[in-house]
């Protein structure tokens, strides 16, 4: 290269202008953090939110409850009164060197070096490819994200009877879209033994949506040349299987955070999330550079994002300020039945986790769990929680089951009974 | 414009290529350097919509070759013809080299028959190394490597565009492209042949046979029976990009009698690939993947490389290889019927492809073809950048700066320009469906599927939709 990109040098650099990127961007103006950049590579800012055309946005952060549309213009319109930046179509697609990003936009191709960088790159589905199913290749197979894509951005038909695959928060989300576009959601196929999310949905909303699931059911192939034709489904107890006529399948859930650029920075990931391992502060293991939303916890709702967002900002003021970044801490790990908990370091003095909570993910539904947190063999706390732990959706644990934690101590163990 | 259908078309052709893979391109593309009327017609709506799209995309020596046969002369000669034209038009390759990997004592002591093999062949470059030469070739192997033999030109291509150079190289000089027609019947004649097609009929001349998996019926439909295709499926894994600096070079099995075998391999889209399987099929058309191949491949995986396996899988699919009963390509032609059958071009046709078409040429002007070379051929096409080892539209800030529209990525994971979409759906040999869209540009390729830009790009394709001329007889490239 003889000609070098041109560079810009905001203070903060946020990536990814969903409700994370966005919520942190107004925060940090708001606190006079300097020049506050959001770049985010769609058409318009908002994250998901903006195709996702139904109500239950923004209960926690905003405690009302709006539309995913409006809750992404609310959230946009935040950040710029407050005075960040925000850039769209613009693209980071790679690192030109370890504090250093490189854009492409319509604007041009540029470099960006900021003095601290918030990952906000959220999460997506894994589509059929990536769970291995096998079968034909035909046209109707969607990711709840496309779907809601194709059917509230762009207005495109879908077809007339679906299969959704999973029983996530996310799942009913599909079913309510799909209803919209005037599909049939036929069947919810999911491999527990209850419909995860179930909980989350009161009899009433239920029933309005009347979708039948098949628990302790796999797909094992998609059937259809050309457009999609049946799925095949097994029951895993009994191996029994069967087709189901459709022409349309939605994989949804099995989420997996956008990591792409934390991993090409040789930033340290946690196993179970896939994402940025951070401390309570949200501090990835490269300094200068934290995280928030969904790519800490695939998958969360919106308004636990945007709270990650406004819990980062005095982290990041801090690190502008030239604060130290403390050393030590100690590991949390989640025994099964979690999967994964986030954040996973514990230092000393560092804050509670944002909204005083843990987050976790379980595998198995417990109506009644009893939470229990032990270190070195020994049992620190133990608590049975009012709310089930189910399959598909958080669980959120009061940080103050950590209080006896020792900060010298081994790693500290999140179970389940 | 379309053509009516089931109108005869009054032209007649000099020469019609029935088949628009590679193999078929390249030889539509090689007769349409003379001075003859050519059409390359296909049944499906896109050049290279069969086995052409789904191989392993490995441009290969042919160091393993059975030495004294048509294909291991042709698939020499047409690595260096196809090095050669990838140069010219932009198709990429990487010249990765390849390490044939030796697992068992038996596979060990096979590897120095192999080089005396690919000596045979011509190829002198192998070389036989120690378990630690392979740990350090490829250090994510998994445990257990005896010894390796190397293979440093063997390479990787992209095979959509290698199709697609032809096949709008061969417009450029003239060829008709006609598809959506399917020849179901042949109607000789003393002057000319009646192709019966489903979009009508088609006169001419000369018949060149490179239907593929459908070589053996369209044969038949001239009378013959000299072979049949048994499609044998190869089913493969695509992993993410992130695995790509785990596999730098091709790794080979040590090949068996049932064919090269699984592989790792780089793609040049910069992921990794795990395949192929080889199964004998009945159904020509049954390209899904199948449950116990992914098993299969599992499986293997898991001891060829178990650090990938943990990574997430981008893409699977399957093709279908022509398989015949006769151990070499099979390609006569028959002068009084003025026809040329080029059958049984199995697993190395991407790689013989020019090969074949130069050696067609010369066996049709054996049988009477009169071809005079003209002098006034165009340039070949210079094709789109595909590839991820050369630069990319996104990552060039002086294409970007003269038309933003190659700053505006559409397909994240692919970085895929709404530029790149526009010109694929305006191209020669134009884009006509998502599915030709993503073999142009890879949108909707990557790790998403279409995730996020899956609506998007099915709404730049309807604004591009066009008419195109590769349906019509008449209308086309004058
Ligand atoms: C179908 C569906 C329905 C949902 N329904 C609800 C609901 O009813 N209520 C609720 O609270 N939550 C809901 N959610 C969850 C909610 O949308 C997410 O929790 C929230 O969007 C997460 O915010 P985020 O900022 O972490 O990530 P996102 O919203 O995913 O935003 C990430 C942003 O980063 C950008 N980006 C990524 N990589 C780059 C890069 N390299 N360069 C530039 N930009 C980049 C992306 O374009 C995106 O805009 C739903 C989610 C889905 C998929
Ligand atoms: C899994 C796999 C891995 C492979 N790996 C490699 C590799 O690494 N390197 C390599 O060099 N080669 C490889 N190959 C082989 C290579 O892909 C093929 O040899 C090559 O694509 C054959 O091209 P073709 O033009 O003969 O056939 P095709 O691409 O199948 O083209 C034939 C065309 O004829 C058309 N057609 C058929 N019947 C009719 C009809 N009646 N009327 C009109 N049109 C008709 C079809 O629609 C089709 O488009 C691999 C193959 C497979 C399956």
Redesign the pocket.
């Given at each position: 290269m003889t000609h070098q990109p041109p560079l810009t040098t905001p203070d903060v650099l946020i990536?990814?202008?969903?409700?994370?990127?966005?919520t942190a961007a107004a925060e940090l103006a708001g606190r006079r953090a300097g020049r506050v950049l959001v770049?985010?590579?769609?058409q318009d800012?908002?994250?998901?939110?903006r195709h996702?055309d139904?109500?239950?946005?923004?209960?926690r952060d905003l405690r009302r409850v709006m539309t995913?549309p409006a809750y992404a213009r609310h959230l946009v319109r935040q950040a710029t009164l407050a005075g960040a930046e925000i850039r769209t179509r613009?693209?980071?697609?790679g690192w030109a060197d370890e504090d250093t990003v490189d854009?492409t936009s319509p604007d041009g191709r540029y470099r960006i070096r900021p003095r601290a960088i918030v990952l906000?790159?959220?999460?997506r589905?894994r589509p059929r490819t990536a769970r291995r199913i096998p079968g034909d290749r035909p046209h109707g197979v969607y990711t709840?994200?496309q779907l809601?894509n194709l059917v509230h951005l762009h207005h495109q038909p879908v077809g007339e009877r679906a299969v959704i695959v999973g029983g996530e928060?996310?799942s009913w989300?599909?079913a309510v879209?799909l209803r919209e576009a005037g599909c049939t959601p036929a069947l919810m196929v999911s491999q527990y033994p209850k419909a995860e999310s179930y909980a989350a949905f009161n009899a009433a909303g239920r029933t309005v949506l009347r979708v039948p699931v098949a628990t302790r059911t796999r797909v094992t192939r998609v059937i259809g040349k050309g457009r999609c034709q049946a799925v095949e489904i097994e029951h895993l107890d009994t191996g029994r299987r069967r087709t189901v006529a459709c022409d349309t399948v939605v994989f949804t859930g099995d989420w997996i955070p956008?990591h792409?650029?934390a991993r090409s920075a040789g930033i340290t990931l946690d196993e179970g999330t896939l994402g940025p391992l951070t401390d309570t502060a949200l501090r990835t293991s490269c300094p200068g550079v934290f995280a928030?939303?969904?790519?800490l916890h695939p998958?969360?709702?919106?308004?636990?994002?945007?709270l990650?967002?406004r819990h980062v900002a005095q982290q990041v003021v801090h690190h502008l300020n030239g604060e130290d970044r403390p050393a030590g801490g100690v590991r949390l790990t989640a025994d099964a039945p979690f999967r994964w908990v986030a954040p996973q370091i514990l230092r000393p003095n560092d804050p509670a986790p944002a909204r005083g909570r843990l987050l976790l993910w379980t595998d198995e539904f417990v109506r009644f769990p009893k939470v229990t947190v032990r270190q070195d063999g020994r049992t620190l706390a133990r608590r049975t929680l009012a709310w089930p732990a189910a399959p598909g959706r958080v669980f959120r644990v009061p940080a103050g089951l950590l209080d006896d934690v020792s900060p010298t101590g081994g790693p500290v163990h999140i179970g389940l009974h | 414009m379309t053509a009516t259908p089931h109108r005869p078309h009054d032209d007649v052709y000099d020469v019609a290529v029935i088949g628009g893979g590679i193999v078929g391109a390249a030889i539509a593309r090689e007769l349409s350097g003379y001075d003859v009327r050519v059409a390359l017609l296909d049944a499906r709506d896109d050049v290279g919509d069969a086995t052409s799209k789904a191989n392993t995309a490995i441009l290969h020596t042919g160091f393993d070759a059975k030495p004294g046969t048509l294909e291991s002369r042709l698939v020499a000669r047409g690595y260096h013809l196809l090095s050669a034209y990838a140069e010219a038009t932009g198709i990429p390759v990487e010249h990765t080299g390849a390490v044939l990997v030796a697992w068992t004592d038996e596979e060990l002591g096979a590897l120095p028959g192999l080089k005396e093999k690919a000596e045979a062949n011509g190829y002198t470059h192998c070389r036989i190394v120690d378990a630690d030469d392979v740990y350090r070739l490829i250090p994510d192997l998994g445990e257990g490597v005896l010894g390796g033999l190397t293979v440093p030109d063997e390479s990787i291509i992209c095979t959509w565009t290698t199709n697609l150079a032809l096949a709008t190289d061969a417009r450029q000089r003239g060829t008709t492209i006609l598809l959506e027609h399917a020849v179901t019947r042949v109607d000789e004649g003393d002057e000319a042949t009646t192709l019966r097609t489903s979009a009508g009929d088609v006169r001419t001349r000369w018949v060149v046979n490179a239907a593929g998996l459908g070589a053996d019926h369209v044969d038949r439909l001239f009378g013959h029976d000299r072979f049949t295709v048994t499609p044998r499926r190869g089913e493969l894994f695509v992993f993410d990009k992130l695995t790509r600096p785990m596999v730098n070079k091709i790794v080979l099995p040590v090949p068996t009698s049932r064919g090269k075998g699984v592989l790792i391999s780089p793609t040049i889209y910069g992921n990794v690939m795990l395949g192929p399987t080889a199964e004998d099929l009945t159904d020509r058309t049954d390209t899904a993947t199948s449950e116990d191949g992914f098993d299969f491949l599992l499986t293997k995986g898991e001891r060829l490389m178990p650090r990938l396996l943990a990574e997430e899988v981008t893409a699977s699919y399957a093709g279908l290889r022509a398989a015949i009963d006769h151990p070499d390509y099979l390609i006569e032609a028959t002068p009084r019927q003025r026809y040329l059958l080029v059958g049984g071009i199995r697993s190395t046709g991407l790689t013989a492809g020019i090969a074949i078409a130069e050696h067609a040429r010369t066996l049709l002007e054996e049988a009477g073809l009169a071809l005079r070379p003209r002098a006034d051929l165009p340039e070949p096409p210079r094709m789109p950048n595909i590839g991820e080892a050369t630069q990319r539209p996104y990552q060039d800030a002086g294409l970007i700066a003269r038309d933003p529209a190659y700053g505006t990525i559409v397909c994240?994971c692919e970085r895929v320009t709404e530029g790149e979409i526009r010109d694929a759906c305006h191209a020669p040999v134009p884009a006509r469906s998502l599915e030709g869209l993503r073999r142009r540009t890879r949108a909707m390729n990557g790790r998403c599927q279409g995730f996020?830009c899956g609506a998007a790009v099915a709404a730049l394709r309807e604004k591009h939709h066009t008419h195109d001329g590769c349906r019509s007889q008449h209308k086309d490239n004058r």
């Amino acid at each position: 290269m003889t000609h070098q990109p041109p560079l810009t040098t905001p203070d903060v650099l946020i990536i990814g202008g969903g409700p994370a990127g966005l919520t942190a961007a107004a925060e940090l103006a708001g606190r006079r953090a300097g020049r506050v950049l959001v770049v985010d590579r769609e058409q318009d800012a908002g994250g998901i939110p903006r195709h996702s055309d139904h109500t239950g946005y923004g209960l926690r952060d905003l405690r009302r409850v709006m539309t995913g549309p409006a809750y992404a213009r609310h959230l946009v319109r935040q950040a710029t009164l407050a005075g960040a930046e925000i850039r769209t179509r613009t693209m980071v697609t790679g690192w030109a060197d370890e504090d250093t990003v490189d854009v492409t936009s319509p604007d041009g191709r540029y470099r960006i070096r900021p003095r601290a960088i918030v990952l906000a790159t959220g999460a997506r589905e894994r589509p059929r490819t990536a769970r291995r199913i096998p079968g034909d290749r035909p046209h109707g197979v969607y990711t709840t994200g496309q779907l809601q894509n194709l059917v509230h951005l762009h207005h495109q038909p879908v077809g007339e009877r679906a299969v959704i695959v999973g029983g996530e928060l996310v799942s009913w989300s599909a079913a309510v879209t799909l209803r919209e576009a005037g599909c049939t959601p036929a069947l919810m196929v999911s491999q527990y033994p209850k419909a995860e999310s179930y909980a989350a949905f009161n009899a009433a909303g239920r029933t309005v949506l009347r979708v039948p699931v098949a628990t302790r059911t796999r797909v094992t192939r998609v059937i259809g040349k050309g457009r999609c034709q049946a799925v095949e489904i097994e029951h895993l107890d009994t191996g029994r299987r069967r087709t189901v006529a459709c022409d349309t399948v939605v994989f949804t859930g099995d989420w997996i955070p956008d990591h792409e650029l934390a991993r090409s920075a040789g930033i340290t990931l946690d196993e179970g999330t896939l994402g940025p391992l951070t401390d309570t502060a949200l501090r990835t293991s490269c300094p200068g550079v934290f995280a928030a939303g969904n790519l800490l916890h695939p998958v969360d709702t919106a308004d636990v994002a945007a709270l990650d967002g406004r819990h980062v900002a005095q982290q990041v003021v801090h690190h502008l300020n030239g604060e130290d970044r403390p050393a030590g801490g100690v590991r949390l790990t989640a025994d099964a039945p979690f999967r994964w908990v986030a954040p996973q370091i514990l230092r000393p003095n560092d804050p509670a986790p944002a909204r005083g909570r843990l987050l976790l993910w379980t595998d198995e539904f417990v109506r009644f769990p009893k939470v229990t947190v032990r270190q070195d063999g020994r049992t620190l706390a133990r608590r049975t929680l009012a709310w089930p732990a189910a399959p598909g959706r958080v669980f959120r644990v009061p940080a103050g089951l950590l209080d006896d934690v020792s900060p010298t101590g081994g790693p500290v163990h999140i179970g389940l009974h | 414009m379309t053509a009516t259908p089931h109108r005869p078309h009054d032209d007649v052709y000099d020469v019609a290529v029935i088949g628009g893979g590679i193999v078929g391109a390249a030889i539509a593309r090689e007769l349409s350097g003379y001075d003859v009327r050519v059409a390359l017609l296909d049944a499906r709506d896109d050049v290279g919509d069969a086995t052409s799209k789904a191989n392993t995309a490995i441009l290969h020596t042919g160091f393993d070759a059975k030495p004294g046969t048509l294909e291991s002369r042709l698939v020499a000669r047409g690595y260096h013809l196809l090095s050669a034209y990838a140069e010219a038009t932009g198709i990429p390759v990487e010249h990765t080299g390849a390490v044939l990997v030796a697992w068992t004592d038996e596979e060990l002591g096979a590897l120095p028959g192999l080089k005396e093999k690919a000596e045979a062949n011509g190829y002198t470059h192998c070389r036989i190394v120690d378990a630690d030469d392979v740990y350090r070739l490829i250090p994510d192997l998994g445990e257990g490597v005896l010894g390796g033999l190397t293979v440093p030109d063997e390479s990787i291509i992209c095979t959509w565009t290698t199709n697609l150079a032809l096949a709008t190289d061969a417009r450029q000089r003239g060829t008709t492209i006609l598809l959506e027609h399917a020849v179901t019947r042949v109607d000789e004649g003393d002057e000319a042949t009646t192709l019966r097609t489903s979009a009508g009929d088609v006169r001419t001349r000369w018949v060149v046979n490179a239907a593929g998996l459908g070589a053996d019926h369209v044969d038949r439909l001239f009378g013959h029976d000299r072979f049949t295709v048994t499609p044998r499926r190869g089913e493969l894994f695509v992993f993410d990009k992130l695995t790509r600096p785990m596999v730098n070079k091709i790794v080979l099995p040590v090949p068996t009698s049932r064919g090269k075998g699984v592989l790792i391999s780089p793609t040049i889209y910069g992921n990794v690939m795990l395949g192929p399987t080889a199964e004998d099929l009945t159904d020509r058309t049954d390209t899904a993947t199948s449950e116990d191949g992914f098993d299969f491949l599992l499986t293997k995986g898991e001891r060829l490389m178990p650090r990938l396996l943990a990574e997430e899988v981008t893409a699977s699919y399957a093709g279908l290889r022509a398989a015949i009963d006769h151990p070499d390509y099979l390609i006569e032609a028959t002068p009084r019927q003025r026809y040329l059958l080029v059958g049984g071009i199995r697993s190395t046709g991407l790689t013989a492809g020019i090969a074949i078409a130069e050696h067609a040429r010369t066996l049709l002007e054996e049988a009477g073809l009169a071809l005079r070379p003209r002098a006034d051929l165009p340039e070949p096409p210079r094709m789109p950048n595909i590839g991820e080892a050369t630069q990319r539209p996104y990552q060039d800030a002086g294409l970007i700066a003269r038309d933003p529209a190659y700053g505006t990525i559409v397909c994240f994971c692919e970085r895929v320009t709404e530029g790149e979409i526009r010109d694929a759906c305006h191209a020669p040999v134009p884009a006509r469906s998502l599915e030709g869209l993503r073999r142009r540009t890879r949108a909707m390729n990557g790790r998403c599927q279409g995730f996020f830009c899956g609506a998007a790009v099915a709404a730049l394709r309807e604004k591009h939709h066009t008419h195109d001329g590769c349906r019509s007889q008449h209308k086309d490239n004058r």
